[in-house]
């Protein structure tokens, strides 16, 4: 069966004034599967989200979502998703209850229908006891569950989350990555963005890793390890002696380096491993140990993005 997208977007350009916040951006992501965008501050991710929601009109490029043009079918579009931006959108004057209520009714569910709506969201993401209380009092965990909450009000067939769980404590973050992993699940499909590599990494099954409005990298978290130059093996050699006879066995391997802990070589896959265990054993070396080191997707996001730090830098003056 050929793959069915959610979401398609194709050459989108969106400008302000000097910025260039979306450079030709394109993405997909098929049905009933999660999409991380990943990127440092100022890459575009919200700006991605908002062409995506039909908030922004992009200058140039195309983008459909649940087959709907974002801009010739804007209407369409705003009535299949869903989206949690990055700053909380509740009331603080309203109870939670009242914040999903006007929600359902802003969809038109009408009364009685929002009130069930209501209910069953609360239940589900655990807020029933905080129902009646104002949204104002709540914890920054509970906050991101109600407005997570009131995004699902519509049952919307695709949903954007704009950094769903920056702020968030491990514990809310654990229970907010189980929501999202339970709605796909149900069949939904999910893009979201995230500054965090180990939540792209735990969450989605495919990353589009953007910066400076561009995607620069895209596919499966193991792809993009592969990408970041693949895995290493390394051996603890312990002593001075031994890692001069491990380097003499090695010598002309690809990627040999030594430090004071021992040598690593470029590996190809657990075969790399096998390899240098039998030469080791065949030579009688003893060594304290060999292991193979998968890149992580920090390697990766560090060697695709240069540093981090500057480019934070660049977009807060951008921002200016
Ligand atoms: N309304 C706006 N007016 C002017 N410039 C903007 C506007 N919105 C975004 N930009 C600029 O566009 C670029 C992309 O911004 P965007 O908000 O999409 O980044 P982001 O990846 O979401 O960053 P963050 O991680 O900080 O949320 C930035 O340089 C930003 O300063
Ligand atoms: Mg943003």
Same mark, same amino acid.
């Given at each position: 069966?050929?793959?069915?997208?959610?979401? !398609?977007?194709?050459? &989108?350009? $969106?400008?302000?004034?000097?910025? @260039?916040?979306?450079?030709?951006?394109?993405?997909?992501?098929?049905?009933?599967?999660?999409? /991380?965008?990943?990127?440092?501050?100022?890459?575009? $991710?919200?700006?991605?989200?908002?062409?995506? @929601?039909? =908030?922004?009109?992009?200058?140039?490029?195309?983008?459909?979502?649940?087959?709907?043009?974002?801009?010739?079918?804007?209407?369409?579009?705003?009535?299949?998703?869903?989206?949690?931006?990055?700053?909380?959108? &509740?009331?603080?004057?309203?109870?939670?209850?009242?914040?999903?209520?006007?929600?359902?009714?802003?969809? $038109?569910?009408?009364?009685?229908?929002?009130?069930?709506?209501?209910?069953?969201?609360?239940?589900?993401?655990?807020? @029933?006891?905080?129902?009646?209380?104002?949204?104002?009092?709540?914890?920054?965990?509970?906050?991101?569950?109600?407005?997570?909450?009131?995004?699902?009000?519509?049952?919307?067939?695709?949903?954007?989350?704009?950094?769903?769980?920056?702020?968030?404590?491990?514990?809310?973050?654990?229970?907010?990555?189980?929501?999202?992993? !339970?709605?796909?699940?149900?069949?939904?499909?999910?893009? =979201? @963005?995230?500054?965090?590599?180990?939540?792209?990494?735990?969450?989605?099954?495919?990353?589009?890793? *953007?910066?400076?409005?561009?995607?620069?990298?895209?596919?499966?978290?193991?792809?993009? $390890?592969?990408?970041?130059?693949?895995?290493?093996?390394?051996?603890?050699?312990?002593?001075?002696?031994?890692?001069?006879?491990?380097?003499?066995?090695?010598?002309?391997?690809?990627?040999?380096?030594?430090?004071?802990?021992?040598?690593? *070589?470029?590996?190809? /896959?657990?075969?790399?491993?096998?390899?240098?265990?039998?030469?080791?054993?065949?030579?009688?070396?003893?060594?304290?140990?060999?292991?193979?080191?998968?890149?992580?997707?920090?390697?990766?996001?560090?060697?695709?993005? /240069?540093?981090?730090?500057?480019?934070?830098?660049?977009?807060?003056?951008?921002?200016?």
């Amino acid at each position: 069966m050929p793959t069915r997208y959610a979401v !398609e977007a194709e050459g &989108l350009v $969106k400008r302000f004034g000097e910025v @260039t916040a979306l450079d030709g951006l394109g993405l997909t992501v098929p049905e009933g599967t999660i999409a /991380g965008v990943l990127g440092p501050n100022g890459a575009g $991710k919200t700006t991605t989200i908002d062409v995506l @929601t039909t =908030l922004l009109e992009p200058d140039a490029g195309h983008a459909r979502v649940a087959g709907r043009d974002v801009v010739a079918e804007a209407a369409e579009v705003r009535a299949v998703i869903g989206l949690t931006g990055q700053f909380v959108a &509740l009331d603080d004057n309203l109870t939670a209850r009242e914040n999903l209520e006007l929600f359902g009714r802003l969809l $038109k569910l009408g009364r009685r229908r929002s009130a069930e709506r209501a209910d069953e969201l609360l239940s589900r993401f655990d807020l @029933t006891d905080a129902a009646d209380r104002r949204s104002g009092t709540f914890s920054g965990g509970m906050r991101r569950r109600l407005d997570l909450a009131a995004s699902l009000i519509g049952r919307p067939e695709v949903l954007f989350l704009d950094e769903p769980t920056t702020g968030l404590d491990p514990r809310s973050r654990a229970v907010l990555w189980d929501v999202v992993r !339970e709605l796909r699940s149900d069949g939904m499909t999910i893009l =979201l @963005t995230t500054q965090y590599l180990d939540e792209a990494d735990a969450l989605a099954d495919r990353i589009v890793v *953007i910066d400076h409005g561009r995607v620069i990298a895209d596919g499966t978290a193991d792809d993009l $390890k592969d990408q970041a130059g693949g895995s290493v093996c390394r051996i603890a050699t312990g002593t001075d002696r031994i890692r001069a006879r491990v380097l003499e066995l090695l010598a002309g391997r690809p990627g040999l380096t030594a430090d004071a802990d021992g040598v690593a *070589i470029a590996a190809t /896959g657990a075969s790399t491993l096998i390899e240098v265990v039998r030469i080791l054993d065949g030579a009688n070396i003893p060594v304290e140990d060999v292991a193979l080191r998968r890149p992580t997707l920090d390697d990766v996001f560090f060697r695709l993005t /240069g540093n981090p730090r500057e480019d934070q830098a660049t977009a807060e003056e951008a921002t200016r």
